[in-house]
């Protein structure tokens, strides 16, 4: 991780991970996460976590570069976007069209293999180098989970194996948020696809407390009582605990503005 803006430079794909102790920011590589899962409470924070993520990647790419898949199956949450031209598509989406949009991704990760194989390449990055044609860079970020799951278990299962397994290499990323942590929703399958996570507060009591306390590998989301705090973890580091940053409908709108 990077801890300030100018260091984040160097990273392919950072995102705003939050702020230490020391109230510095701190930044991260999507594409070396290379998914990730947010958990936690309604108004907790995590909308406004992946809002400050997106803000963080458009900033470094252009639209020609980086596309965002946005499936907000609250329909509200991310209307300051809807005129970004990085989108792909419009950003609210019930649990139909989400599949949909996942089934495209899913789709063109097929196709991206299929070239890059033809220039005899293995990665996005490679790719960019000997192609006149360039590849942008996609980020699907996926905020309600328990709408697609309850819905669409079968399927949102599969499209995670496949773009877990094999998005990274062609460039294609997730970003998957819920508020939901029951066994039907957090199954042991998303736990194995997304084994990257950010965990925002969960009140208790919740009958399903003990199998989130064993889902997330002993990080405590019961503790974080501040608003915007939360605790990242991966599958090979120990977890470490950030604040939030909040970003007003103003902000946004007059950074996608800018960047447009």
Not at 20 to 48: F, R, S, W
Not at 50 to 56: E, P, Q
Request: proline share 4%; hydrophobic share 35%; aromatic share 8%.
């Amino acid at each position: 991780m990077q801890n300030n803006k100018d260091e984040s430079d160097s990273l392919k794909l950072p995102v705003f991970m939050g702020l230490n102790e020391q109230n510095k920011e701190v930044y991260a590589d999507l594409a070396k996460i290379p998914h990730l899962l947010v958990i936690g409470d309604t108004g907790t924070g995590k909308t406004m976590w992946l809002t400050n993520a997106i803000l963080t990647l458009i900033r470094k790419y252009s639209s020609d570069m980086l596309k965002i898949s946005l499936i907000d199956c609250g329909y509200v949450d991310y209307f300051g976007f809807e005129k970004l031209k990085h989108l792909m598509g419009p950003s609210g989406t019930d649990a139909t069209g989400a599949i949909e949009r996942l089934k495209a991704i899913d789709n063109e990760i097929a196709e991206r293999y299929r070239r890059m194989s033809q220039l005899g390449v293995r990665n996005i990055e490679e790719y960019n180098q000997k192609s006149e044609e360039k590849l942008p860079y996609i980020v699907c970020v996926i905020d309600e989970l328990a709408e697609l799951m309850v819905n669409y278990q079968k399927e949102t299962e599969e499209f995670l194996e496949r773009i877990t397994h094999m998005g990274r290499a062609p460039g294609i990323h997730l970003m998957v948020a819920t508020r939901e942590v029951m066994p039907e929703v957090m199954s042991p399958k998303v736990r194995l696809y997304l084994k990257s996570f950010i965990a925002y507060g969960i009140r208790e009591p919740r009958y399903d407390i003990d199998y989130m306390r064993a889902y997330l590998d002993g990080v405590e989301p019961c503790e974080l009582s501040k608003l915007g705090d939360h605790i990242y973890k991966n599958e090979f580091e120990a977890p470490i605990k950030f604040g939030g940053r909040f970003v007003s409908d103003e902000d946004i709108a007059a950074e996608v503005e800018k960047l447009n």
